[in-house]
């Protein structure tokens, strides 16, 4: 079931304003009915203004009436053809000093097993700069040397879903031609 918007407050005004049970506002707001008892007591939420589920049309007043003369009955969220919120797109990531030095090698190994991905892809997928593909795929990394591909998942810089995600969306553009990193083979993987 939905919640409604600011539980807490719209717990407040049915408290105040109605002769609802606390397990009854509970079920409807999210909360846990001592919650909604130490509301009523005035421990809990002193300073939250109550809001109005009936004035931004959560709930009707039949439906409070109802609910008042039936202590059984559950209070029911209008349903509403407003959009649903989207969740933000993530943006750059963090990624902790003890795995910084584990991301040439996760470059590497993207490079090596799914060529098909451009650079901002993997920029965004472990969070890196198109610089520091740039020197791995030429092998002028400063680090060349020691650099042995390994798996990103594995490493921590990515999840599984995130990997399978790029690699999906870029199975499209597979006949697009992408610099390529070779292996000489020296390193163990």
């Known amino acids: 079931m939905a919640l409604p918007l600011m539980p807490k407050a719209t717990a407040v005004w049915l408290v105040e304003n109605t002769a609802l049970s606390f397990e009854q506002i509970a079920d409807f707001c999210g909360l846990h009915s001592l919650e909604v008892q130490a509301i009523a007591d005035?421990?809990?939420?002193?300073?939250?203004?109550g809001l109005d589920p009936v004035g931004n049309g959560?709930?009707?007043?039949?439906e409070i009436d109802r609910c008042e003369a039936d202590p059984d009955g559950r209070l029911k969220i209008i349903a509403t053809d407003y959009p649903q919120p989207r969740s933000k797109p993530k943006g750059a990531r963090y990624t902790p000093v003890s795995k910084?030095?584990?991301?040439?090698?996760?470059?590497?190994?993207?490079?090596?097993?799914h060529?098909?991905?451009?650079d901002a892809q993997l920029c965004k997928l472990i969070?890196?700069?198109k610089p520091t593909i740039q020197s791995v795929r030429d092998k002028t990394h400063w680090n060349a040397a020691n650099i042995k591909p390994r798996n990103p998942v594995t490493l921590g810089l990515c999840s599984e879903a995130d990997l399978e995600k790029a690699v999906a969306l870029a199975h499209?553009?597979?006949g697009a031609t992408a610099p390529q990193y070779h292996d000489d083979g020296d390193h163990a993987e």
Do not use: N, S
Request: a neutral charge.
């Open 100 to 113: 910084r030095q584990d991301r040439p090698d996760a470059i590497a190994w993207l490079l090596k097993h």
């Open 42 to 49: 005035g421990e809990v939420a002193t300073g939250i203004v």
């Open 115 to 118: 060529p098909e991905l451009t």
């Open 58 to 62: 959560q709930l009707t007043r039949d």
């Open 172 to 174: 499209p553009r597979v």
């Open 127 to 129: 969070g890196t700069t």
